[in-house]
Each structure stands twice: as structure tokens, then as C-alpha cells.
């Protein structure tokens, strides 16, 4: 082998690695660009995590509250005031009515 076909040998293998070194270069920036990605969606998950919890926290305390204001309305509708008051509210319906 000539020492010009070992330049050229090696000025291939230079061109070869120098390809190389870009391909690699532009994947690395590739691997940042995904990796930022990933953790822009990794924080935008742990937000919408807390917010389902959140929603999650007050949709109990609401259903708590619709319980205990059931519980509330079913004592007062059992109530002897209630029942007492009955005749008073029929009457003052049915003046309502008559006036119009």
C-alpha cells in the first residue's frame, strides 16, 4: 500500500469521524431537548395531579355538606314545628293565591 492510498484512507476515516461527531453532537442536543421535555411534562403532571386532588378534597366536603343538608331538611320536615306550622303555611298559600 502507497502512502497515498494510506492518506486517503485516513482522510476518509478523518471525514468518517468528523460525520460522526456531528450525528452525535445533534443527538445529544436531541436527548437535552427531550429531557427538558420530559420534565416540562413531568412538573405539568404533578400540577394537574395536585389540582385532581384538590377537586378530589372538595368534591367530598360537598358531598358532605349535600348529606348533611339532606339530614338537616328530613329532621326539620319531621319536625312537630313543622307539622304544627302546616295549617299556617296551607292558609297563607292559599291567600297568596287569591290576591294574585
Known amino acids: 500500500m ?3 492510498a494510506f492518506d486517503a484512507i485516513v482522510e476518509r476515516l478523518s ?3 468528523n460525520e460522526t461527531k456531528i450525528r452525535l453532537e ?3 442536543e436531541q436527548l437535552e431537548n427531550l ?3 420530559n420534565l416540562r411534562m ?3 403532571l404533578k400540577k394537574k395531579m395536585d389540582q385532581y386532588k384538590g377537586l378530589e378534597n372538595k368534591l367530598e366536603q360537598l358531598s358532605k355538606e349535600c348529606i348533611r343538608a339532606r339530614n338537616d331538611y328530613r329532621a326539620l320536615k319531621q ?8 295549617p ?5 298559600r292559599t291567600i297568596k293565591k287569591m290576591k294574585g
Request: without cysteine.
Open 2 to 4: 502507497g502512502e497515498q
Open 15 to 17: 471525514e468518517r469521524i
Open 26 to 28: 445533534q443527538q445529544r
Open 35 to 37: 429531557q427538558d421535555q
Open 42 to 44: 413531568q412538573n405539568t
Open 79 to 86: 319536625s312537630n314545628s313543622w307539622r304544627i306550622t302546616l
Open 88 to 92: 299556617l303555611r296551607l292558609l297563607n
